[in-house]
């Protein structure tokens, strides 16, 4: 039992000014955390106890995996990230600094490179693996702007581990195994969540998937399937096939004035044709100055991702300025169409408009539109020409890919993510083993990285009122807190002190705010530190032989005779675990 007379709890009615977001605002207000300089910030013990929790609920799960626990350490010589060619490709965000022999270090924001060095050293034959290493440590990114508190720090605490393998399927096996962990971390912090496939991006490899915290008020979005589980990060997220639609030929082109129209909206409204039957052109251009012209539906929008993986060796997309749209299609911007163009360029086509039939789109000619056009009958270069492949980003109601039933569209917080690295790493790092034929092969990696402080943002971000945070009970600093509403009048301060003691020696963890202070500020730093079980000892109810219950999420008062509170605080704090 802990009186806060004696802790260290110093709430704040303050809202810093560079808190945009929820939690940190909640952290700050409820004393969880002060900041030192720009993204790096102190945990403080009411802060640090939750962490100790969410730390113990991870090494639990990580542990029952089979992982093995180490600490690496979180100053780095520069030589490792030489050698696997990150030194110079991480760029800014890597806080690099120099010893007082002029030696060049860094504070590392991940731990590949050391990892990989520590087994390539002791790890020779087929017979020393699988295993799989994990830490919960420091590190640092030295990010551009950073904000949102614990969410986005320079300094942050991160979980991550690093697997071994002589075989893919023995990769896979701890895949599977380590998200099954993180499931169940997440469900025994009784946190709403959900797993995505993401993008495996610049880290490469050929499988990831991000573990997300859903709230209102969370970064991404997030695809995902009711029905069947299906879900996916926005950049990624697929559709059913598009719907094939009847195969009679439209009746023929037809040129139509549409001066100064270049919006969907504009030409739609004025040839009175939906957005879904106009296919809708645009021009980028690459760094190497070659045009691209990408055709998706009227109503869709383009994944800049999804495009840009479509032209995997161009960097830089963006869109082509007015003149390199007119050498293109010999018109000003906004009549852009895929019949006619006069020029050579990458040419692709989203899904959305291959079934369509006698669409309207841009002439290729200023103040004009086509209408009633037909792919093969009309536009049969282009579509001859095209790849055909997703480019559109996928929203609430689309038919998911494996079961066809409507998606939806919710948002997150990133929290964990987990890649099948393959030998990157072991190959450029020379981290090999002797297979059973005895030849020389590159180990197989994964890694696994789950931000800690990250996890208790999201998990404020998704539980918090008007008043402050509401802790799951898993993750709240202490399960009950003991208010003593009087604490000069001695019985009922006496009968506070003996219930938070006796409900401390049955094992929960009770918090007694003992302090001489107003019962309306007991309240209000109540709700805001938002321990999920509250014992009101004092006042009215007191006098007549009771003490008051709450729950922090609905705050619905119950009195019990005084005799009886100690089962009942047990019996609820058993009903929130
Ligand atoms: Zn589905």
């Given at each position: 039992?802990?009186?806060?007379?004696?802790?260290?709890?110093?709430?704040?009615?303050?809202?810093?000014?560079?808190?945009?977001?929820?939690?940190?605002?909640?952290?700050?207000?409820?004393?969880?955390?002060?900041?030192?300089?720009?993204?790096?910030?102190?945990?403080?013990?009411?802060?640090?106890?939750?962490?100790?929790?969410?730390?113990?609920?991870?090494?639990?799960?990580m542990?029952a995996?089979g992982?093995?626990?180490?600490?690496?350490?979180?100053?780095?010589?520069?030589?490792?990230?030489?050698?696997?060619?990150?030194?110079?490709?991480?760029?800014?965000?890597?806080?690099?600094?120099?010893?007082?022999?002029?030696r060049e270090?860094?504070?590392?924001?991940t731990?590949?490179?050391?990892?990989?060095?520590?087994?390539?050293?002791?790890?020779?034959?087929?017979?020393?693996l699988?295993f799989?290493l994990?830490?919960?440590?420091?590190?640092?990114?030295?990010?551009?702007?950073?904000?949102?508190?614990?969410?986005r720090?320079?300094?942050?605490?991160?979980?991550?581990?690093?697997?071994?393998h002589?075989?893919?399927?023995s990769l896979?096996?701890?895949?599977e195994a380590?998200d099954?962990?993180?499931?169940?971390?997440?469900?025994?912090?009784?946190?709403?969540?959900?797993?995505?496939e993401?993008?495996?991006g610049?880290?490469g490899?050929?499988?990831?998937?991000?573990?997300?915290?859903t709230?209102?008020?969370?970064?991404?979005?997030?695809?995902?399937?009711?029905?069947?589980g299906?879900?996916?990060?926005?950049?990624?997220?697929?559709?059913?096939?598009?719907?094939?639609?009847g195969?009679?030929?439209?009746?023929?082109?037809?040129r139509?004035?549409t001066?100064?129209r270049?919006?969907?909206a504009?030409?739609?409204?004025?040839?009175?044709?939906?957005?879904?039957?106009?296919?809708?052109t645009?021009?980028?251009e690459t760094?190497?100055?070659?045009?691209?012209?990408?055709?998706?539906?009227?109503d869709?929008?383009?994944?800049e991702?999804?495009?840009?993986?479509?032209?995997?060796?161009?960097?830089?997309?963006?869109?082509?300025?007015?003149?390199?749209?007119?050498?293109?299609?010999?018109?000003?911007?906004?009549?852009a169409?895929?019949?006619?163009?006069?020029?050579?360029?990458?040419?692709?086509?989203?899904?959305?408009?291959?079934?369509?039939?006698?669409?309207?789109?841009?002439?290729n000619?200023?103040?004009?539109?086509?209408?009633?056009?037909?792919?093969?009958?009309?536009?049969?270069?282009?579509?001859?020409?095209?790849?055909?492949?997703?480019l559109?980003?996928?929203?609430?109601?689309d038919?998911?890919?494996?079961?066809?039933?409507?998606?939806a569209?919710?948002?997150?917080?990133e929290?964990?993510?987990?890649?099948?690295?393959?030998?990157?790493?072991s190959?450029?790092?020379?981290?090999?083993?002797?297979?059973?034929?005895?030849?020389e092969?590159?180990?197989?990696m994964?890694?696994?990285?789950?931000?800690?402080?990250?996890?208790?943002?999201?998990?404020?971000?998704?539980?918090?009122?008007?008043?402050?945070?509401?802790?799951?009970?898993?993750?709240?600093?202490?399960?009950?807190l003991?208010?003593?509403?009087?604490p000069?009048?001695?019985?009922?301060?006496?009968?506070?002190e003996?219930?938070?003691?006796?409900?401390?020696?049955?094992?929960?963890d009770?918090?007694?705010?003992?302090?001489?202070?107003?019962?309306?500020?007991?309240?209000?730093?109540?709700?805001?530190?938002?321990?999920?079980?509250?014992?009101?000892?004092?006042?009215?109810?007191?006098?007549?032989?009771?003490?008051?219950?709450?729950?922090?999420r609905?705050?619905?008062k119950?009195a019990?005779?005084?005799?009886?509170?100690?089962?009942?605080?047990?019996?609820?704090v058993?009903?929130?675990?």
């Amino acid at each position: 039992m802990i009186r806060w007379s004696s802790w260290y709890i110093h709430t704040t009615r303050e809202i810093p000014a560079d808190a945009e977001v929820v939690s940190h605002q909640l952290m700050v207000r409820a004393g969880m955390t002060r900041k030192v300089a720009a993204g790096i910030y102190s945990y403080l013990p009411l802060g640090w106890r939750s962490l100790r929790k969410l730390m113990d609920i991870v090494r639990r799960e990580m542990d029952a995996a089979g992982a093995v626990e180490l600490a690496m350490p979180a100053v780095q010589p520069a030589e490792l990230w030489v050698e696997s060619g990150r030194w110079q490709k991480y760029g800014k965000e890597l806080l690099r600094i120099r010893d007082r022999h002029d030696r060049e270090f860094c504070f590392g924001p991940t731990h590949e490179e050391v990892v990989t060095d520590i087994v390539r050293r002791d790890v020779k034959s087929y017979r020393q693996l699988p295993f799989n290493l994990y830490q919960i440590q420091t590190k640092f990114r030295d990010e551009i702007r950073p904000r949102f508190g614990w969410m986005r720090g320079r300094e942050f605490l991160m979980k991550d581990a690093y697997s071994f393998h002589a075989a893919p399927e023995s990769l896979d096996a701890t895949y599977e195994a380590m998200d099954a962990a993180y499931r169940r971390v997440f469900e025994a912090c009784r946190l709403e969540y959900t797993v995505v496939e993401a993008d495996t991006g610049t880290i490469g490899g050929s499988s990831s998937h991000e573990f997300m915290v859903t709230a209102a008020t969370g970064e991404s979005a997030v695809v995902h399937c009711p029905a069947c589980g299906y879900g996916a990060n926005q950049e990624k997220a697929e559709r059913a096939a598009w719907p094939s639609v009847g195969a009679a030929a439209p009746p023929p082109l037809e040129r139509v004035p549409t001066p100064g129209r270049t919006t969907i909206a504009d030409v739609s409204a004025l040839l009175g044709v939906p957005a879904d039957g106009l296919v809708k052109t645009l021009i980028y251009e690459t760094d190497r100055g070659e045009l691209v012209v990408a055709v998706v539906r009227g109503d869709r929008e383009i994944n800049e991702v999804k495009l840009q993986n479509a032209v995997p060796d161009a960097l830089h997309l963006r869109l082509a300025p007015e003149e390199r749209v007119r050498e293109i299609t010999g018109a000003p911007a906004g009549f852009a169409g895929p019949v006619g163009l006069r020029g050579a360029a990458i040419l692709l086509a989203d899904l959305s408009t291959r079934e369509m039939r006698g669409f309207a789109c841009g002439a290729n000619e200023a103040d004009a539109h086509l209408v009633n056009v037909d792919w093969q009958r009309d536009a049969a270069a282009f579509a001859g020409a095209a790849r055909w492949l997703d480019l559109v980003t996928v929203g609430e109601g689309d038919p998911c890919p494996r079961c066809g039933e409507a998606l939806a569209v919710v948002r997150g917080i990133e929290v964990g993510h987990i890649f099948k690295l393959g030998d990157r790493y072991s190959r450029a790092m020379q981290c090999t083993f002797t297979d059973e034929a005895g030849a020389e092969q590159p180990m197989i990696m994964g890694c696994y990285g789950l931000g800690i402080g990250r996890t208790l943002a999201a998990a404020i971000e998704q539980n918090h009122d008007a008043d402050g945070i509401i802790w799951p009970l898993p993750l709240a600093p202490f399960s009950v807190l003991v208010v003593s509403l009087t604490p000069k009048d001695p019985e009922s301060a006496r009968a506070a002190e003996a219930l938070a003691t006796s409900l401390g020696a049955r094992g929960l963890d009770v918090l007694l705010d003992d302090r001489d202070e107003r019962p309306g500020v007991k309240f209000k730093d109540a709700d805001l530190i938002g321990i999920p079980v509250r014992a009101v000892v004092g006042g009215k109810s007191f006098a007549a032989g009771s003490i008051e219950l709450s729950l922090r999420r609905d705050r619905e008062k119950v009195a019990v005779p005084v005799g009886e509170a100690e089962a009942r605080l047990l019996d609820l704090v058993d009903r929130l675990r």
